[in-house]
């Protein structure tokens, strides 16, 4: 099985993803197979990931665990949320989250979705400290961030290169305290 993880809530099928499992996924599976599997529509989108996954998602101090949402409904995959940077000797991780479409957003999806996936992080890969960086022009990520106790820490300026233009992110993180839970 490549899922190395599943969780389910009221309205999604979260499906998840280790370093293992984009290897087996890329060792075993033909290219249409893995467009299909990562809900992937062009093949710049697949050459994309193959970039990803040969370049390595983990190293000799970090890696990740991805989860990918799925509609319990239609099947239809929607986008991904889960950890990368994830540093297990100092149980510290980067979170990220993203919807594939438009006409996804503003259903609480990603709600539904962070709150089962920082829940995992906590309790099942022994986090302490979950980090996250949001575009400074992205107010309803870093109102998402807050509502699951996030606290902003820093501005960063040119954390991101797009072509010519940086990107100035804020840093923000949940640190594990008994007294505070995710929702």
């Not at 009221?10 to 599997?37: C, K, T, V």
């Not at 093949?43 to 990931?49: F, L, W």
């Amino acid at each position: 099985m490549i899922f190395n993880a599943q969780i389910e809530t009221n309205r999604l099928l979260l499906r998840g993803w280790n370093q293992q499992s984009f290897h087996d996924l890329f060792a075993h599976y033909s290219q249409p197979q893995i467009m299909e599997m990562l809900g992937i529509s062009s093949q710049d989108e697949y050459e994309i990931e193959l970039s990803r996954y040969n370049g390595g998602y983990s190293t000799y101090n970090l890696t990740i665990q991805f989860f990918q949402l799925v509609a319990k409904e239609s099947g239809q995959i929607l986008g991904w949320c889960g950890f990368h940077s994830w540093a297990q000797q100092h149980r510290r991780a980067e979170v990220f989250y993203s919807l594939k479409h438009e006409e996804n957003r503003r259903q609480g999806l990603m709600s539904e979705a962070l709150k089962a996936v920082l829940e995992f992080g906590l309790n099942e890969m022994n986090l302490r400290r979950i980090e996250a960086f949001v575009a400074t022009n992205n107010p309803a990520s870093y109102r998402l961030l807050e509502k699951f106790h996030f606290k902003k820490e820093a501005t960063i300026k040119h954390r991101y290169q797009f072509g010519d233009d940086t990107d100035w992110d804020f840093m923000y993180a949940f640190i594990k305290d008994e007294k505070i839970k995710i929702l």
